[in-house]
């Protein structure tokens, strides 16, 4: 069984448009990430739920909106792409948010937007 | 603010060579470091980590020790495999900038390539 699934793996599409995607872990964890892999493999964290609510938020242009319906899942939509959005999306979850947990990525989300 | 310095890349190697991926930081407080790999068209997956001075995390043959004092945490490995051939990421965990969260702070990553 998959821990962490994200979908769709692949994502091309053309600038103005909205997109989402989705992740889902099966591990029980309370808390989830969404990270941002550019072409030069750089991550850096985008957004934090834990327990539906949203704990951290980088600065990220406000195209970008996280959902979160339960503990077990969290979405990003991203609205207008832009160019520059392109890049790998990571999904990430930890028990509890601890500095000491580990994060386990689902296998990402390649946005390519044209 | 938090931040981690790794060593650039891309590192190649012949099987059976020494490895060390050099890896710095600079955090407030007590972070907890990790070494984590990405293997092609993958996600991250842990390699090991340390939690406090003077641990030492170690997986798969691989090696690394929180120095407190170096502010450290070098990533060392005595005989790679060609299997090994991936993207290391070091990060440390430390308090979110409002101080209610904690957050993976990466370095830009590593590539090795380890040649037959």
């Known amino acids: 069984d998959t821990a962490v699934s994200q979908t769709p793996k692949y994502l091309v599409t053309q600038m103005g448009n909205d997109k989402s995607i989705k992740c889902e872990q099966n591990l029980g964890h309370d808390t989830m990430y969404w990270y941002k892999q550019d072409s030069k493999k750089f991550l850096k964290i985008m957004f934090s739920?834990?327990?539906?609510?949203?704990?951290i938020n980088e600065t990220v242009p406000n195209r970008f909106s996280p959902k979160s319906p339960d503990k077990a899942h969290l979405n990003l939509h991203i609205n207008s792409l832009e160019l520059g959005d392109s890049a790998v999306y990571f999904c990430?979850?930890?028990?509890?948010?601890?500095?000491?947990?580990?994060?386990?990525f689902g296998p990402g989300t390649r946005l390519t937007v044209l | 603010g938090n931040s981690v310095t790794q060593m650039e890349g891309p590192v190649t190697l012949s099987e059976e060579a020494f490895l060390t991926i050099n890896c710095t930081y600079t955090?407030?407080?007590?972070?907890?470091l990790f070494w984590y790999v990405q293997y092609p068209g993958e996600g991250l997956q842990l390699l090991l980590k340390a939690t406090k001075a003077d641990d030492k995390g170690s997986n798969k043959g691989f090696e690394a020790t929180y120095r407190k004092e170096t502010t450290s945490f070098h990533l060392e490995k005595g005989s790679v495999q060609v299997s090994d051939s991936a993207v290391y990421f070091c990060a440390l965990s430390a308090y979110y900038a409002s101080g209610s969260a904690r957050q993976l702070t990466f370095g830009s990553g590593t590539q090795l390539t380890v040649l037959p």
């Open positions: 990430a979850s930890s028990p509890s948010g601890f500095s000491t947990d580990t994060q386990y």
């Open positions: 955090a407030t407080g007590y972070p907890s």
């Open positions: 739920y834990n327990n539906k609510e949203l704990i």
